[in-house]
C-alpha cells in the first residue's frame, strides 16, 4: 500500500507541473504532504509497537530541509555572485570572442555548449557544472533569441551522459553495491559513453539548426558588440578596468569548488563579498544590487526548500523503500536473460522515481541477485543501470537538488524543462544501450 501511495504521489506531482495545473512550488509541497497524510503519517507523535516513534510528517520534512539546506545557501550566492559579476560587465568581452568565433550560428553555439558542459562535468558535479555552464552561456543565448530550454536540455545531456564516469555518484553507488571494481563494472561501457557524447553532439547540431530556422532573418541584425547592447544605467555599472579581476575570482571559485578545499556555500558567501566589495565599494550600490537580484535568487531557493522537504517525506515515511521492493517483486523469473537489456531501457525514468541511494542500494542489488540465480552476469544489471538511472535521468529529476539548480538559473519551469529533455535524455540512453550491446558488456 506504501508502494503504490508512493508511485501516486510523484505521478500525479508531475502530472500536476508538467501540464501547468498548479505551479512546481505548491506541487512539490502540497503533493507530498497529502501523499504523507494518506499514507497514516501526521504531525503528531505516533506510536508503534507499544513505543513512541518521531517518525512523523514534521520530522520527515525537517530532515529533508536540513539536507538540502548547504545546496539552497549555496543558490542563493551563486546567484547574487553571477548576477553582480554580470552586471559589472565581466561576461561581456567573453560573449564577444565566442561570437567573433561562432559568429551568429545557433549550430555552433548549442555544440559549445554540449562540449563546455561535458568539459567540466569530469568532476563528477552537476551543481558546479550547472553553475559555470549555464550562466556562461546564458547571456548569449539571450542576446542571439535562442530558447533557454535549448541550452539548459543541452547542459542537461552533457552533464548526464558524464555523470557514467567512475567517479560519478551513479556509478561509485553501483560498484560499492556490487562489490566490484572500476575495471569490471566501467571499463566495459566505455564505448558506450563515447557513442553518448557523440549522440548528444548530434542532438545539439538538430537543436541549433531548430533555433536557426526559427531565428531566420533575425539574427542578421544582432549586433556582435555586446556593450553596444547595454543602455545608459547598465553602463553605469560595467567594471571593464576590473575585468581580470573578476575572472581570477571565477576561477578561484571554480578550483575552490572542484578540489573541495571549502563547502560550496561558503565559496560563494566569500566570493559575493570580495565582488561587491571590490567592484561596487559604495554602501547604497551594493543595497540596490543585491535587491535587484534578491527575488529571483529568493524565489529559487523556495523551490530548492520545497524540493528538500518532498525528498523528506519520500524517505523517511519508507516511501521508496516499498517502492524499491514492489518493483523488485513485479520482475518475473521468466525473464532470464532479458532482465538487463529491461534495466538498461526502463534506467532513465527510473530517475524521476528513485533518489540513487534508493536505488542503487535498494532495487539494483535485489535485480543483480535475481539475474545471477538466472544465470545472468549481475554485473551486466550494474552496467545497465549506469546509463540512465541518474545519469541522463539525473537533470530532470525532481528528486535531485541539482535538476532545480540547472533550472533556476536558466530561468526555466520544471515541467517545462522536463517536457523539452525527457524524450532526448531517454534517446541517448538507449543509443548507449544499443552499443553496450553490440560490444557485449550488455547481453540480450
Request: glycine fraction near 10%; aromatic fraction near 6%; proline fraction near 5%.
Amino acid at each position: 500500500m506504501l508502494a503504490l501511495i508512493g508511485a501516486l504521489t510523484i505521478v500525479i506531482m508531475l502530472a500536476l507541473i508538467m501540464t501547468k495545473k498548479m505551479q512546481t512550488l505548491l506541487a512539490l509541497i502540497v503533493v507530498p504532504i497529502i501523499g504523507c497524510l494518506v499514507a497514516g503519517f501526521t504531525g503528531l507523535i505516533s506510536v508503534e509497537e507499544g513505543t513512541f516513534s518521531l517518525s512523523t510528517m514534521g520530522g520527515f520534512i525537517t530532515s529533508g530541509l536540513q539536507n538540502i539546506a548547504p545546496t539552497g545557501v549555496m543558490f542563493i550566492f551563486a546567484i547574487l555572485f553571477f548576477g553582480i559579476l554580470t552586471d559589472a560587465g565581466t561576461f561581456d568581452p567573453i560573449i564577444s570572442g565566442i561570437l567573433k568565433v561562432v559568429g551568429k550560428n545557433p549550430v555552433k553555439i548549442c555544440i559549445g555548449t554540449v562540449i563546455l558542459a561535458c568539459l567540466v562535468h569530469l568532476d563528477g558535479s552537476g551543481a558546479v557544472t550547472f553553475l559555470i555552464a549555464i550562466p556562461a552561456m546564458l547571456p548569449l543565448y539571450e542576446k542571439l533569441g535562442m530558447r533557454k530550454t535549448t541550452l539548459a536540455t543541452l547542459v542537461a545531456l552533457g552533464a548526464g551522459v558524464m555523470n557514467m564516469l567512475p567517479w560519478g555518484g551513479p556509478t561509485i553507488r553501483a560498484i560499492t553495491a556490487l562489490d566490484t571494481t572500476v575495471n569490471d563494472l566501467y571499463k566495459p561501457m566505455v564505448p558506450a559513453q563515447i557513442a553518448g557524447i557523440v549522440f548528444i553532439i548530434l542532438i545539439a547540431i538538430f537543436l541549433g539548426k531548430k533555433e536557426q530556422k526559427r531565428l531566420g532573418d533575425s539574427l542578421n541584425q544582432i549586433e556582435l558588440d555586446a556593450s553596444t547592447q547595454a543602455n545608459i544605467e547598465e553602463n553605469d555599472l560595467k567594471r571593464p578596468k576590473l575585468f581580470i579581476f573578476n575572472i581570477a575570482l571565477i576561477i578561484i571559485a571554480v578550483v575552490i569548488l572542484i578540489t573541495a578545499i571549502l563547502p560550496p556555500a561558503v565559496v560563494f558567501m566569500i566570493a559575493t563579498a570580495l565582488a561587491l566589495i571590490v567592484n561596487y565599494p559604495d554602501i547604497k550600490t551594493q543595497k540596490e544590487l543585491v535587491d535587484s537580484h534578491a527575488k529571483s535568487a529568493l524565489m529559487m531557493a523556495s523551490m530548492l526548500f520545497a524540493a528538500g522537504s518532498f525528498i523528506g517525506i519520500m524517505q523517511g515515511s519508507g516511501m521508496l523503500t516499498a517502492m524499491s521492493s514492489a518493483l523488485v517483486n513485479l520482475i518475473p523469473a521468466t525473464l532470464g536473460k532479458a532482465l538487463p537489456t529491461i534495466i538498461g531501457v526502463i534506467s532513465m525514468p527510473l530517475s524521476l522515481l528513485f533518489d540513487p541511494d534508493s536505488y542503487y542500494y535498494g532495487v539494483m542489488p535485489v535485480v543483480a541477485n535475481a539475474a545471477g540465480a538466472l544465470g545472468v552476469d549481475p554485473l551486466m544489471i550494474g552496467r545497465a543501470s549506469i546509463i540512465g538511472q541518474m545519469t541522463t535521468g539525473f537533470p530532470i529529476s525532481p528528486l535531485t537538488g541539482a535538476t532545480f539548480l540547472l533550472t533556476g538559473l536558466a530561468g526555466i519551469d520544471l515541467g517545462e524543462h522536463q517536457k523539452h529533455t525527457f524524450v532526448f535524455a531517454f534517446l541517448t540512453t538507449i543509443v548507449m544501450l544499443i552499443v553496450s550491446i553490440i560490444v557485449g558488456s550488455i547481453s540480450i
